[in-house]
């Protein structure tokens, strides 16, 4: 099996590099998180895809982070804690890359937990727009 395509607004496990743990260094993360695909650029075959952490911490600052419902994280199959799309800092690496968490061993396909709602999509992209014109974003470049 081959891993699924990527799209914005699918929702994916992955071993997300904080901007704090790539200034100490690191190059691998430190948990295995679910993360949000907000942007996908393919140039001859290859993606290039950017994803924000989804996280159990509230945000200091709502406007930066936006909450996911408790419908939408059922279907996606995720915990029952408050979760936020994190909108201060982003990873960004070539798909599929090394860092894709499957759920299940030799399935790739299990890396996705399902794509977010339109309207909560919409809501993410709108406010992280708004965010890197506020230059509150900050970007980690992972694999080549």
């Given at each position: 099996?081959?891993?699924?395509d ?5 929702v ?11 200034r ?12 949000a695909?907000?942007?996908v ?18 945000p200091?600052d ?9 419908p ?19 990873n960004?690496?070539t ?25 909560l ?9 708004a ?5 509150r ?8």
């Open positions: 099996m081959a891993f699924p990527p799209v914005p607004g699918l994916i496990r992955y071993s997300y590099l904080w901007l704090k743990e790539h100490r260094d690191q190059e691998e993360g430190g948990k295995n998180r679910p993360c695909i907000i942007l650029v393919e140039n001859d075959g290859e993606y290039k895809v950017t994803v924000l952490p989804i996280s159990h911490t509230p200091a709502p406007n930066l982070a936006v909450e996911i419902p408790p939408a994280k059922r279907r996606l199959n995720l915990d029952d804690e408050r979760s936020w799309v994190v909108l201060t800092e982003a960004r690496f798909w599929p890359g090394p860092d894709l968490r499957p759920f299940t061993s030799g399935d790739p396909t299990s890396v996705c937990h399902g794509p977010l709602p339109f309207a999509f919409n809501e993410i992209r709108t406010k992280l727009v965010a890197i014109r506020a230059k974003v900050s970007l980690v470049a992972r694999s080549p």
